[in-house]
């Protein structure tokens, strides 16, 4: 039987008209009804241990009545519940399929920027180079050279605390690198896709650039409350969510939020160790989608 069947015959045994306006709080209490009846079971096999011999003809009826409601929640909605399968199998892969296997790798062969003029392309290989100093103010600052050529002007923290946010450069390069995607660092690298109009305004422009340097600080505020992802493998969903409702419209809309995650990760990962070391040089590669911090020498 498939889910669709399933369906159909299901929406043949319920006990009230689907199309009363009552009938969607009727199937969600009685969802939540069932979960708790789930809770009990669990609770009776905690107790009981390997002595409570019906627990797994309990767990199937606790767990059929579940998908009844939640089938006739999509019936009453008109949603045919292999749509919603298919959906949550996509969002799920999504979301934690292993960026590092073959399939994933031969993903990085396809850029944003294929097929724009090499002097419109992120290179597929960089190095920055960040060195901590201190500006005519005496107010500590980091210049940044990518493959011996400088990235902007020197930063500063712009915050009363010594924040360490001057290294913040590290997180669009970790989008460079996991991405392909940083209109801030496309700016000051000097990549703009200027032979498209429409691209370069849009994707390369001041409003994208705004969307990145945002999620740059949104992430940052975000870490500060968890230990800066310190032995941390995985981000909140809400916060992956929001980043993805902001770019939207943008290119990067086709990262999913596993690759958000890896890139916010690897950013921090190299981010505190240049906290700790103050200068160091930084090798990405984003074939293979791997930044790399090394130590001057």
């Known amino acids: 039987m498939n889910a669709d069947e399933y369906q159909a015959e299901a929406t043949e045994t319920m006990q009230f008209n689907k199309d009363d306006e009552k009938a969607l709080s009727i199937v969600i209490l009685g969802l939540n009804g069932e979960v708790g ?47 919603i ?44 180079e960040f060195s901590e100093g201190f500006d005519k103010n005496g107010k500590k600052c980091v210049d940044i050279y990518v493959n011996g050529e400088k990235f902007g002007n020197p930063i500063r923290d712009n915050h009363y605390e010594d924040d360490y946010y001057r290294y913040h450069d590290l997180f669009h390069f970790s989008y460079v690198t996991v991405l392909g995607w940083s209109p801030t660092a496309r700016g000051l690298m000097h990549k703009k896709r200027r032979s498209n109009d429409l691209i370069n305004e849009i994707e390369d422009g001041g409003r994208a650039i705004v ?16 230990n800066f992802y310190d032995g941390i493998k995985t981000i909140d969903e809400q916060l992956l969510h929001t980043i993805r409702q ?28 240049m906290r700790k070391e103050k200068t160091g040089r930084v090798v990405c590669n984003l074939h293979e989608k791997t930044m790399f911090f090394e130590k001057l020498s």
């Open 37 to 83: 009846g789930l809770s009990t079971e669990y609770k009776k096999k905690m107790r009981d241990g390997d002595s409570y011999a019906i627990f797994r003809e309990k767990i199937i009826e606790e767990l059929g009545d579940i998908i009844w409601y939640l089938t006739s929640i999509a019936t009453i909605e008109k949603i045919p519940l292999s749509e």
């Open 85 to 128: 399968l298919e959906y949550n199998l996509k969002k799920t892969r999504e979301r934690w399929v292993d960026l590092h296997s073959e399939d994933q790798l031969n993903l990085g062969s396809e850029f944003f920027d294929d097929g724009c003029e090499e002097t419109e392309q992120f290179p597929r290989e960089f190095v920055a």
């Open 211 to 226: 969307i990145d340097e945002a999620i740059s600080a949104l992430v940052f505020e975000h870490a500060r409350n968890h």
């Open 246 to 273: 902001l770019t939207r419209h943008l290119e990067v809309k086709k990262a999913t939020p596993r690759q958000w995650e890896q890139a916010i990760l690897t950013g921090f990962d190299v981010w505190r160790k």
